[in-house]
């Protein structure tokens, strides 16, 4: 199938839009990929690669979840009590990194400029309290009718907000970088819009139907 890159215009179409948050409104995806890898600094090399190429390949899953598997790979004894110090580091670590990192270009301006006209939805791997502190700090948050993180899932999540504020399938859509909300679109028939990294341009094999892609957010 073609790839189509679509319109900013084409977006504006629709009344609700689901968003991702890393890689989506931030380019955060590097930065935690950095912080996990500095994590585990005491592991071989080999370990450090296999876990950031992880990361890169699985951005919808939470640092709970990731962390489970990097104890896995590592030579350090896993436990609840340790998964949970580590995932408490990383929040430490990664809250200033994300506030100060870049955003995506354009998404800023079509959040301000739309939200009052489109219903904008936030869902994220990132714990819920920390992306509500970072959208809070942002001053981003008012842009978005609900925002949901980790622990909830992303299907249960997209499911909740269609029900909850009761959204035509048809007039939403989901944008996202990762499998995880792409599964979770399509299991609930949601039309979804891979975001492309504009410096890699690569479009990942899970993506079959390679069709509906976005690379930024400029527009008229």
């Known amino acids: 199938m073609i790839n189509k890159t679509l319109n900013i215009s084409q977006i504006k179409n629709y009344n609700a839009i689901i968003w991702d948050f890393d890689g989506v409104i931030k380019d955060s995806v590097e930065i935690k990929g950095d912080i996990f890898r500095d994590l585990f600094l005491d592991q071989d090399f080999s370990v450090q690669e296999r876990i950031v190429k992880h990361h890169h390949n ?101 499911e909740y907000i269609i029900k909850k504020y009761n959204l035509d399938l048809g007039n939403v859509i989901v944008i996202g970088d990762s499998y995880s909300e792409y599964n979770a679109a399509k299991n609930l028939g949601l039309k979804f819009i891979l975001k492309i990294d504009e410096k890699k341009s690569k479009i990942p094999k899970w993506y079959i139907e390679r069709d509906l892609i976005i690379k930024d957010f400029f527009g008229e």
């Not at 436990?79 to 995506?104: P, Q, R």
């Not at 509500?132 to 997209?158: E, H, S, V």
Request: net charge positive; no cysteine.
């Open 58 to 158: 699985n951005g919808g899953l939470s640092r709970v979840q990731k962390l489970k598997i990097y104890f896995d790979w590592s030579n350090h004894e896993s436990s609840n009590s340790k998964i949970k110090y580590y995932a408490s580091k990383f929040s430490k670590l990664v809250f200033k990194k994300v506030i100060n990192s870049e955003y995506i270009p354009g998404i800023l301006d079509y959040l301000k400029t739309n939200y009052t006209r489109q219903q904008f939805f936030l869902v994220t791997g990132t714990p819920e309290e920390e992306i509500i502190k970072i959208t809070k700090k942002l001053k981003i948050y008012n842009y978005f009718r609900k925002i949901i993180g980790y622990p909830k899932k992303k299907q249960d999540a997209f």
